[in-house]
């Protein structure tokens, strides 16, 4: 290993000489494989860096050979610190505590939790609406305390992202559920992660979204995003209220995702079987309103269809504490996108009131 370059929350980013003299970007999980320091060795998978994907401008260390992460602190051959096995099977599967675990503190207070009490909750389908949302929330209601639930569809491990390692003094926690981890409570579904949101972390409105790295194939059913729609028949199912937080551009290139994107007309218009309420911002250009308009129409038959007011809205979007950025795009190259994201923020802060 050649230097260390920075860290945040769960993770070090690091320069790796390799063997041919070129240098590469690496990324280490310290949780999972031992704190890289100058001089050591490391074990690298580069597969996501060498295809260039778009959140795998990294190759991640898998082991430093000379130098093993200590041992946990606690015996593992009990249940006293958890059972929760993610990234099941693979070489770095962490066991963790399950917030509804028998050796949770928070066993009791979740045991017979069934309800989330008319909790607003809005479902997006990219890690990049997390930030715009969260400024739409708290753009009326800044005193609100939103928790994140964090699914599984990109990237596994919260670490990874620099966004919500920003966004921990502005949340008052994060959930990972499914195969993700590293939030500040873990769970096993979305529905106990939501009921953790709820009752845990007292939350008045949670968001649910992926990890970075949203994975699709092109094709109708062939990505991560379908997740939305069974987010939102869970927090119907748990009796909170859904706001779907729509996935608009008409900076994308690809015509798939103008408009209104393919991922939430799949999953709201044909996964979503719960009714939610689907926000649709102000002051889009009239071009651009139109086409939104067109594609909206057929979800009115299930879905009820929010106009929510975006004045403000911009000056909060510039005024977050991290930076904004979708498949590379920022606030001004891709406005209607982080718009319609706030918006939905917006419509749950009012449903506050």
């Known amino acids: 290993m050649n230097r260390l370059r920075r860290q945040w929350t769960g993770a070090v980013e690091l320069d790796v000489e390799l063997p041919d003299g070129a240098t590469v970007r690496a990324l280490a999980y310290p949780e999972l494989v031992g704190r890289p320091e100058?001089?050591?060795?490391?074990?690298?998978?580069?597969?996501?860096?060498?295809?260039?994907?778009?959140?795998?401008?990294?190759?991640?260390?898998?082991?430093?050979?000379?130098?093993?992460?200590?041992?946990?602190?606690?015996?593992?051959?009990?249940?006293?610190?958890?059972?929760?096995?993610k990234a099941r099977y693979t070489p770095l599967q962490p066991i963790?505590?399950?917030?509804?675990?028998?050796?949770?503190?928070?066993?009791?207070?979740?045991?017979?939790?069934?309800?989330?009490?008319?909790?607003?909750?809005?479902?997006?389908?990219?890690?990049?609406?997390?930030?715009?949302?969260?400024?739409?929330?708290?753009?009326?209601?800044?005193?609100?305390?939103?928790?994140?639930?964090?699914?599984?569809?990109?990237?596994l491990p919260a670490w990874f992202s620099r966004t919500l390692a920003g966004l921990r003094d502005h949340l008052v926690g994060t959930v990972s559920v499914g195969q993700a981890f590293g939030g500040d409570l873990e769970a096993s579904t979305v529905h106990s992660g939501l009921l953790a949101a709820r009752h845990v972390l007292?939350?008045?409105?949670?968001i649910v979204a992926q990890g970075p790295g949203n994975l699709g194939t092109g094709t109708r059913w062939g990505f991560s995003g379908v997740a939305v729609g069974e987010a939102v028949n869970a927090v119907a199912t748990l009796g909170g209220r859904p706001v779907g937080s729509?996935?608009?551009?008409d900076a994308d290139p690809r015509p798939r995702h103008r408009g209104v994107s393919h991922h939430s007309l799949t999953a709201y218009g044909r996964v979503a079987l719960a009714p939610a309420e689907l926000v649709v911002p102000d002051g889009l250009e009239a071009a651009l309103a139109r086409e939104v308009d067109a594609a909206l129409a057929p979800l009115a038959a299930r879905h009820?269809?929010?106009?929510?007011?975006?004045?403000?809205?911009?000056?909060?979007?510039?005024?977050?504490?991290?930076?904004?950025?979708?498949?590379?795009?920022?606030?001004?190259?891709?406005?209607?996108?982080?718009?319609?994201?706030?918006?939905?923020?917006?419509?749950?802060?009012?449903?506050?009131?």
């Open 38 to 85: 100058p001089g050591d060795r490391v074990l690298l998978n580069a597969g996501a860096l060498l295809m260039g994907l778009g959140t795998g401008g990294y190759a991640l260390v898998v082991a430093l050979p000379d130098r093993l992460p200590p041992d946990p602190p606690q015996a593992l051959d009990t249940r006293d610190a958890g059972h929760l096995v």
């Open 96 to 155: 963790l505590l399950g917030v509804d675990e028998e050796a949770s503190p928070h066993r009791e207070l979740l045991a017979a939790a069934d309800d989330l009490a008319g909790l607003p909750v809005v479902t997006a389908d990219l890690h990049s609406a997390l930030p715009a949302i969260l400024a739409g929330v708290h753009a009326d209601a800044p005193d609100a305390r939103v928790a994140y639930v964090l699914t599984d569809g990109g990237a």
């Open 202 to 206: 007292r939350a008045d409105v949670a």
């Open 246 to 249: 729509l996935r608009l551009s």
């Open 304 to 353: 009820t269809l929010v106009r929510v007011p975006t004045d403000g809205l911009d000056a909060a979007l510039r005024a977050t504490p991290v930076p904004l950025s979708t498949m590379g795009r920022g606030l001004d190259a891709d406005h209607a996108y982080f718009l319609a994201a706030a918006a939905a923020g917006r419509h749950a802060a009012r449903l506050l009131t």
